[in-house]
């Protein structure tokens, strides 16, 4: 049976919108670290703003979190993140899985995050003139 601030963070993380984000003082520390492939800070201040930025920069995304593993204290998200961006708008949704380590501490809020997910494959490789690059260097590469 997972921990209930787990769960937390998991719903809070299905169920984000813009209108969530301010949320995120119930399920992060006030000093938290979080890194993904282009960011990096440390403060819920800025770690709202990310997520601000995510909803001005790509439509309707969301969140299904598939997995967790770890202890009470320490483990790992796996997920998937459904968009439409910008560059691709009018075509089908695209798909970004990834998996995040979270930390949590003694009172159950998160304090480290950090994502891993292939920039390459999962987002480049969609984009019409990078993916065809980067289709064509796979090839030679091979």
């Given amino acids: 049976m997972r921990a209930a601030?787990?769960?937390?963070?998991i719903s809070f993380y299905e169920g984000l919108s813009p209108d969530t984000v301010d949320g995120l003082d119930e399920v992060y520390a006030a000093n938290a670290y979080f890194k993904d492939p282009f960011n990096e800070m440390n403060g819920i201040g800025h770690i709202k703003e990310i997520f601000r930025d995510m909803y001005r920069?790509?439509?309707?995304?969301r969140f299904v979190v598939h997995q967790w593993s770890g202890s009470d204290r320490d483990g790992f998200l796996v997920?998937?993140?459904?968009?439409?961006s910008g560059a691709m708008r009018g075509g089908p949704d695209q798909l970004i899985r990834g998996v995040s380590h979270i930390r949590f501490n003694a009172a159950g809020k998160v304090t480290y995050h950090r994502d891993y997910w292939d920039t390459g494959e999962e987002l480049y490789a969609k984009l019409p003139v990078i993916g065809w690059l980067i289709a064509w260097l796979?090839?030679?590469l091979a």
Avoid: Y
């Fill in 5 to 9: 601030h787990v769960d937390a963070l």
């Fill in 79 to 84: 997920w998937d993140m459904r968009f439409r």
């Fill in 138 to 140: 796979r090839k030679k």
């Fill in 57 to 61: 920069r790509i439509e309707e995304p």
